[in-house]
């Protein structure tokens, strides 16, 4: 490790505080506010919560509802990880199912629950191709297929990149060992697969648990604890202390999630080497898989394919006439335009602060001797199991009465906190493959710290820098759960000016505004993906 210079403890002193402030200092302020009542600090609003048979039948809602998400969203992405990694499957297929999974990552969730109800509505386009309704989409079932559709890629994200570190040699031999196919199957994919399929079980559930968008669009009179926290926030007669006993409930399941992870750690294991090698012929396997994988991926987009449609018309489905007329109001809306600039700058802004201070903690923690730099670390596994609509209720209880409120400040903060992990973790997994030597050779060489950082480190991790701005820009144009209570009429948001044209019915300008996040962000999508390729060739 390199020796600790003075700007290094700088650095990391700034960080500390940083996270001390906006991640710390708001969680202490929210628990403390749980206990706060007219008479001091008690239990009250506790026994309060816990003896409101609506809030508790909430909870037992998204509990169950969370469940069935996780378990069905897990086995979905087991299934497409597995057709793109263990078959023979035409590869451009492949590659089209991998692309088309992601999809609806470039969306607001809250987009999710009016494209289901514009497709399988009374009224809606799948209910008129088919001749009748399938099945009643406000509530549970609604809610169900809108958490499934938002949880499966990010299940799948974290399933398929396990794949990468599975040696499929061990499937051929235990084929030669004569072992029967449901036998060789758990124990050469199952079993090393174990602790991603927890992983992605504990986050469907957490994601779906703690979302806000679906059951805002299409949740009707099925309650959810995201809804409930929203009402008793944001309703006729706030109360703000009981909203943090709700917002403190709600990290239980993502304690429960860490708990579980750690028990599922027990069975990984590692590698030596991996071997490529080619899949066993069985065109039966290939055939079911693919099947299978294209139903889910149309299935899934045929879902979105109105919110192309119906902004071309007049007023779908009762009058099909072309129109461009729903786009000309946005763009000519001075409102509706200027909720679109605020959602690129808070995206702009977060992702380069948001880059700063992953990158820098990552390299802190990589690259240098300093000591206590695993508390990067223990930030990194708070702000993932930290709920975003958690978040953002203890930032507006402590910074309610300061000049932060109702600021993009304040919004951009609760970003770059909220979605700090994965960049972070992306940057140290890529900084901890380099060379140790580099800066040793750059201090020789008379270079300072920051010299050898500038021309030679960032160069060589340009790929994941990439990356990282990928992640932290979709994110943040899409996110409603962390900003929800903390956008104000100045500082609207695309994500959240959708939930404000809901109570006006104005669903066109819903589908143009959600068109215009989708475009934005498959195009920085795009552009990442062809310089990330560009990067490759160079490297290579």
């Known amino acids: 490790m390199l020796n600790v210079r003075p700007e290094m403890k700088v650095i990391y002193t700034s960080i500390l505080i940083v996270f001390l402030l906006f991640l710390l200092l708001p969680m202490g302020t929210l628990l403390l506010r749980s206990f706060e009542t007219a008479e001091g600090y008690s239990l009250t609003n506790y026994y309060n919560v816990l003896s409101n048979n609506e809030l508790l039948t909430a909870f037992v809602n998204s509990i169950k509802i969370s469940g069935l998400t996780a378990i069905i969203t897990t086995i979905l992405a087991f299934m497409i990880a597995y057709a793109l990694n263990c078959t023979n499957i035409y590869r451009p297929l492949k590659s089209v199912i991998k692309m088309g999974i992601l999809i609806p990552m470039l969306l607001p969730t809250i987009t999710y629950g009016f494209a289901i109800m514009y497709s399988f509505g009374n009224q809606g386009l799948i209910t008129q191709l088919l001749?009748?309704?399938?099945?009643?989409?406000?509530?549970?079932?609604?809610?169900?297929?809108?958490?499934?559709?938002?949880?499966l890629p990010a299940a799948f994200l974290l399933i398929n990149n396990s794949f990468m570190y599975i040696d499929k040699k061990f499937i051929i031999v235990s084929k030669l060992m004569m072992d029967g196919?449901?036998?060789?199957?758990?124990?050469?994919?199952?079993r090393p697969m174990l602790g991603a399929l927890g992983g992605a079980f504990v986050l469907s559930f957490i994601l779906s648990f703690t979302d806000y968008g679906i059951p805002a669009s299409i949740g009707g009179t099925y309650s959810v604890v995201a809804t409930q926290l929203y009402q008793v926030m944001l309703?006729?007669?706030?109360?703000?202390?009981?909203?943090?006993?709700?917002a403190v409930l709600m990290l239980v399941p993502a304690l429960f999630g860490v708990v579980l992870l750690n028990y599922l750690e027990r069975f990984n294991f590692h590698y030596d080497k991996f071997s490529q090698i080619e899949m066993v012929e069985n065109k039966i396997r290939d055939i079911i898989l693919g099947f299978i994988s294209i139903i889910v991926l149309m299935a899934m987009l045929s879902i979105f394919l109105v919110m192309f449609i119906a902004p071309f018309l007049t007023s779908f489905p009762y009058d099909l006439t072309v129109t461009m007329q729903h786009f000309?109001?946005?763009?000519?809306?001075?409102?509706?335009?200027?909720?679109?600039?605020?959602?690129?700058?808070?995206?702009?802004?977060?992702?380069?602060?948001?880059?700063?201070?992953?990158?820098?903690?990552?390299?802190?923690?990589?690259?240098?001797?300093?000591k206590g730099r695993v508390a990067f670390d223990v930030v990194s596994m708070i702000t993932n199991t930290l709920p975003g609509m958690v978040l953002g209720l203890s930032y507006l209880l402590l910074f309610n009465g300061s000049s932060l409120k109702g600021t993009f400040t304040i919004i951009i903060v609760c970003n770059i906190v909220h979605y700090f992990t994965t960049p972070y973790l992306m940057a140290k997994n890529s900084l901890s493959k380099m060379n140790p030597s580099w800066?040793?050779?750059?201090?020789?060489?008379?270079?300072?710290?920051?010299?050898?950082?500038?021309?030679?480190?960032?160069?060589?991790?340009?790929?994941?820098?990439?990356?990282?701005f990928s992640y932290y820009f979709i994110n943040s144009m899409v996110t409603i759960s962390g900003i929800i209570f903390l956008v104000s009429a100045q500082t609207s948001l695309v994500s959240s000016k959708i939930k404000e044209l809901q109570h006006f019915a104005k669903f066109n300008e819903i589908f143009v505004l959600s068109l215009l996040i989708f475009f934005t962000n498959l195009i920085v999508k795009?552009?990442?993906?062809?310089?990330?390729?560009?990067?490759?060739?160079?490297?290579?």
Request: aromatic share 12%; hydrophobic share 45%.
């Open 131 to 151: 001749g009748k309704p399938l099945f009643d989409i406000y509530g549970f079932n609604g809610l169900l297929m809108g958490y499934v559709i938002y949880t």
């Open 181 to 190: 196919s449901m036998r060789s199957f758990l124990n050469t994919i199952i």
């Open 328 to 370: 000309i109001n946005v763009f000519t809306s001075n409102d509706l335009t200027a909720v679109y600039k605020n959602s690129l700058i808070v995206a702009f802004f977060t992702t380069v602060v948001g880059i700063i201070l992953a990158y820098s903690s990552a390299i802190l923690n990589t690259r240098t001797g300093l």
């Open 439 to 468: 800066e040793t050779t750059g201090g020789l060489l008379g270079d300072s710290w920051f010299k050898t950082v500038y021309r030679v480190i960032i160069p060589n991790s340009a790929s994941t820098v990439i990356e990282m």
């Open 235 to 246: 309703g006729s007669i706030p109360n703000f202390n009981h909203g943090a006993v709700i």
């Open 526 to 540: 795009l552009i990442c993906d062809y310089l990330q390729k560009k990067q490759s060739v160079k490297n290579f």
